[in-house]
């Protein structure tokens, strides 16, 4: 890595999952904070797989905490769960004129191929 006077050392580095694999084998008791945030916010995270209300509730608190209004935070809420469903209605449409462009192009294969008297290979 290039550092601040233009010099390159070498460096090692890693990613978030890197770095907490780093603190969790770290054996010293000033790590020790750490390895009881990780083992809490696993737990939580876990806690929410099984039930997803929830996630829904940590985000509030989140929101709160970061100083939003309930007002917008539940608008917040409600456009995420309307841009959901429109990601589910486009793939829905997607599929459905992804299938039906294959038949017609099915369809315009077969008739150039009867047109010419081409036979077909598979």
């Given at each position: 890595?290039?550092?601040?006077?233009?010099?390159?050392?070498?460096?090692?580095?890693?990613?978030?999952?890197?770095?907490?694999?780093?603190?969790?084998?770290?054996?010293?008791?000033?790590?020790?904070?750490?390895?009881?945030?990780?083992?809490?916010?696993?737990?939580?995270?876990?806690?929410?797989?099984?039930?997803?209300?929830?996630?829904?509730?940590?985000?509030?608190?989140?929101?709160?905490?970061?100083?939003?209004?309930?007002?917008?935070?539940?608008?917040?809420?409600?456009?995420?769960?309307?841009?959901?469903?429109?990601?589910?209605?486009?793939?829905?449409?997607?599929?459905?004129?992804?299938?039906?462009?294959?038949g017609l192009l099915?369809?315009?294969?077969?008739?150039?191929?009867?047109?010419?008297?081409?036979?077909?290979?598979?």
């Open positions: 890595m290039e550092s601040s006077d233009g010099k390159k050392y070498e460096t090692d580095c890693t990613d978030t999952e890197g770095l907490l694999r780093i603190i969790q084998s770290i054996p010293s008791p000033k790590a020790e904070p750490f390895k009881q945030w990780l083992a809490k916010t696993g737990y939580e995270r876990i806690e929410e797989s099984q039930d997803p209300e929830l996630s829904i509730d940590r985000a509030m608190e989140n929101y709160l905490r970061l100083g939003y209004s309930e007002n917008w935070i539940n608008q917040r809420l409600k456009s995420l769960k309307s841009l959901k469903c429109l990601k589910g209605l486009l793939l829905v449409v997607s599929g459905f004129l992804a299938r039906f462009a294959l099915t369809e315009c294969k077969r008739k150039l191929l009867k047109q010419y008297s081409i036979v077909a290979r598979v």
